[in-house]
C-alpha cells in the first residue's frame, strides 16, 4: 500500500509538472484581443493580386487622384499572407475596409470624382463588390489567415447607404431620411441625420415594418437569387422575432459573413451616429452568428475567444474611460455592445507626454474603468488628416510608441514602411491612400532598415500577450526606461531610450539568477547573474525573454 501512494505521488507531481508546462506554453501565444497586433488596410490599396477584376460596371470616369478603384483586392491580401509578409510583421489580426457591392456610379463631394473604392458606400450589402474579389477570394483569405494564426476582421456599415447617384436612386424613405445634416453638437443631432450631404441615413431609430427597396428586388431578381434571399430574411426574422426594420435587415445580412466565411470580429463604422441600443442587438446576433459558425464547423474552431467588436466613436479618447460625452448627453458604448473602441488618443499622449508617462496612463486605466474591455490605439488612419508623424521623420518612435504601450495596436498599412502621407494633387483624405509602396520595401536600404524595426517589435508583441495585456511596472530610469510586463505566467521585461551600449539591467523582480535570456532585438543570449543581467547592445531597445 505504501508503494502503492509512493507511485501515486511521484505520478502527480509529473503531472503538475507537466501542466505547468502547458500552462507556460498557452500563456505565451496566447491570442489575446486586448494584446493584439492588428494591420488595417484599404481593402484596394494594398496588393493586386488579380488584374482581371480592376474594371468592373463601367466604372470608367476619370476620378480625382487616388480616388478611384486602383486594383487592391482580397486576392492580393490572401498572396501577401501566404508570402509571410504578416507574419514577419508580427500581426496577428486584419482589418480590412468594406467588401460588399459599392454604388457603381462615381460622385463629387468637393474632393474630385469618387468612386466606392473605400468600400464605404453600399449598394448591397449580400455580395462581394466584383473590384474586391468573390465570394470564394474571401473564402480562400479567412482560411488561409487562420493557418497562420491571423484573425480576419471585416468592417461594418449599418447607418447609411451610398450616396445618390443617376444609377444609385434613393432609398424609400421609411428607410432613410435625406436631411437634416447632422452639426454635432448633441446627441439627437449626430443620430437623427445625415453624415455628410448626399449620404442618406438608415432609420436605425425605426421599429416599424418596411419592405425591401423595390431596386434591391429588381437586382436579386436579375441575379437569379431572389427567391433564396427572401427565404433567408423570413427565416431570420422568425428565428428573431424582431420586426423587419431597416436596422434589422442589415444586421441580417452583415452577420450572414460570420456564419459563412467564420470571420472573427467586425470593426463597426460611424458607431456614435446611430443609437447605442443598435450596437447591443448587433453584438447579440454577432455571438449568436459565431457560435452557429463554431458549431457547424468544428475543425475551423482556432480557441475559445467570443466575437470581436471595436468601435469607431469618432474622438472617443481612453482617457474619456466607458462613456462618450455628446454634451447633453453620455453613453457608455461598451457594457453589452463593443469589445473595445478606437483610441483617437495615443498619437497626442505620444506627442505630448514621457513613454514612462503614457505607459502608466494606459496601464492604470485599463485596468481600473476599462478593466475587462480594451482600446484600439493607432497612429495613422484613412481618414485623420492629423496623424502623429505626417512627414514620416519619426517611424521608429512611431513603432516603439504604438506596439509597446499597453492596449490593441493598429498598425496602418505602410506605417512599417514609411509609405508617404502627403502626395501631390491630391485633395483631402485621398491624400493617406497612396498604393502600399511595394517598391520601396523591395529596393530602399533605409526602409528595410525601417521595416526591420517594425518587424521585431511586432514579433516580440505577437510572442508575448503581456505586451498589450499585461500589468505595467518601472524597473529603473538610470539607462533609458526600463519596465516588465506580466500577464497571467507571461513575464518580459523591455527596455527602450538606452542611451549606453553597456545594459544593466535588474531583471530579479520578473528573473532569478540562471535563467537564460534572449534579447529579441540585438538576438543575443544573457544569463542572469546576482538579480542582473550585463551585456553589449549596439541598439537602444531590449526586449527581453526567457529561453
Keep these: 500500500m505504501k508503494k502503492l501512494l509512493f507511485i501515486f505521488a511521484i505520478l502527480s507531481i509529473i503531472a503538475c509538472k507537466n501542466e ?6 498557452t500563456s505565451e501565444n496566447e491570442f489575446v484581443w486586448q494584446a493584439a497586433n492588428l494591420y488595417f488596410l484599404l481593402t484596394d490599396r494594398f496588393h493586386n493580386g488579380d488584374i482581371s477584376n480592376d474594371l468592373n460596371f463601367d466604372r470608367t470616369k476619370t476620378p480625382g487622384k487616388f480616388r478611384g478603384f486602383e486594383g487592391g483586392d482580397l486576392k492580393g491580401i490572401t498572396q501577401k499572407i501566404k508570402e509571410g509578409y504578416f507574419t514577419k510583421l508580427g500581426i496577428n489580426a486584419i482589418w480590412m475596409t468594406p467588401i460588399v457591392e459599392q454604388i457603381h456610379d462615381a460622385t463629387d463631394e468637393g474632393t474630385g470624382v469618387t468612386y466606392a473604392y473605400h468600400g464605404y458606400w453600399t449598394k448591397d450589402w449580400t455580395t462581394i463588390d ?12 479567412v482560411e488561409t489567415a487562420h493557418k497562420n494564426g491571423i484573425r480576419i476582421l471585416l468592417d461594418a456599415v449599418i447607418n447609411h447607404t451610398g450616396p445618390v447617384t443617376e ?3 434613393v432609398w424609400p424613405s421609411d428607410w432613410v431620411r435625406t436631411s437634416p445634416k447632422c452639426e454635432y453638437n448633441n446627441y439627437e443631432n449626430t443620430t437623427s441625420c445625415t453624415l455628410v450631404e448626399n449620404l442618406p441615413d438608415i432609420r436605425t431609430d425605426s421599429n416599424n415594418p418596411v419592405d425591401l427597396p423595390p431596386q434591391l428586388i429588381e437586382k436579386w431578381e436579375n441575379e ?9 430574411l423570413d427565416a431570420f426574422f422568425k428565428r428573431t422575432g424582431y420586426p423587419r426594420a431597416p436596422r434589422f435587415y ?9 456564419t459563412e466565411f467564420g470571420i472573427d470580429g467586425y470593426r463597426v463604422d460611424t458607431v456614435k451616429h446611430a443609437e447605442e441600443y443598435v450596437w447591443q442587438e448587433f453584438k447579440k446576433e454577432c455571438d449568436f452568428s459565431f457560435a452557429e459558425f463554431k458549431k457547424n464547423n468544428p475543425e475551423k474552431v482556432l480557441d475559445n475567444n467570443d466575437f470581436y467588436l471595436v468601435g469607431e466613436v469618432y474622438n472617443y479618447a481612453i482617457s474619456h474611460g466607458k462613456s462618450f460625452d455628446f454634451g447633453d448627453k453620455k453613453v457608455n458604448y461598451f457594457d453589452e455592445s463593443f469589445n473595445s473602441l478606437i483610441n483617437f488618443e495615443i498619437k497626442w499622449n505620444a506627442k505630448q507626454m514621457t513613454s514612462k508617462a503614457v505607459f502608466q496612463k494606459y496601464d492604470s486605466l485599463l485596468n481600473s474603468e476599462l478593466k475587462g474591455y480594451g482600446v484600439l490605439n493607432y497612429m495613422t488612419s484613412h481618414d485623420d488628416g492629423q496623424p502623429f508623424d505626417k512627414e514620416r521623420e519619426d517611424p521608429y518612435k512611431t513603432a516603439t510608441m504604438l506596439l509597446l504601450t ?3 495596436s493598429q498598425v496602418y498599412y505602410g506605417d512599417e514602411s514609411a509609405r508617404s502621407l502627403t502626395i501631390d494633387d491630391t485633395i483631402g483624405d485621398a491624400t493617406l491612400r497612396s498604393m502600399m509602396n511595394w517598391d520601396e520595401i523591395n529596393s530602399s536600404d533605409d526602409t528595410k532598415k525601417i521595416l526591420m524595426h517594425w518587424q521585431k517589435l511586432g514579433q516580440f508583441r505577437a510572442n508575448h500577450p503581456a505586451v498589450g495585456a499585461g500589468r505595467h511596472h518601472v524597473i529603473s530610469e538610470d539607462n533609458g526606461l526600463t519596465f516588465s510586463r506580466v500577464y497571467k505566467n507571461d513575464r518580459i521585461i523591455i527596455g527602450i531610450d538606452m542611451f549606453e551600449s553597456s545594459i544593466n539591467i535588474d531583471v530579479s523582480s520578473i528573473f532569478k539568477d540562471g535563467d537564460i535570456l534572449k534579447d529579441s532585438y540585438s538576438n543575443q543570449e544573457v544569463v542572469v547573474k546576482n ?17
Design 406 to 408: 499597453p492596449g490593441t
Design 531 to 547: 538579480g542582473k543581467v550585463d551585456f553589449i547592445s549596439k541598439f537602444s531597445i531590449v526586449l527581453l525573454e526567457k529561453k
Design 250 to 258: 442589415i444586421m441580417k445580412w452583415l452577420t450572414d459573413y460570420i
Design 20 to 25: 505547468q508546462v502547458a500552462q507556460k506554453n
Design 224 to 232: 437569379g437569387r431572389l427567391a433564396q434571399e427572401m427565404a433567408e
Design 167 to 169: 444609377k444609385e436612386p
Design 130 to 141: 466584383p473590384n474586391f474579389g468573390t465570394k470564394e477570394d474571401l473564402k480562400e483569405l
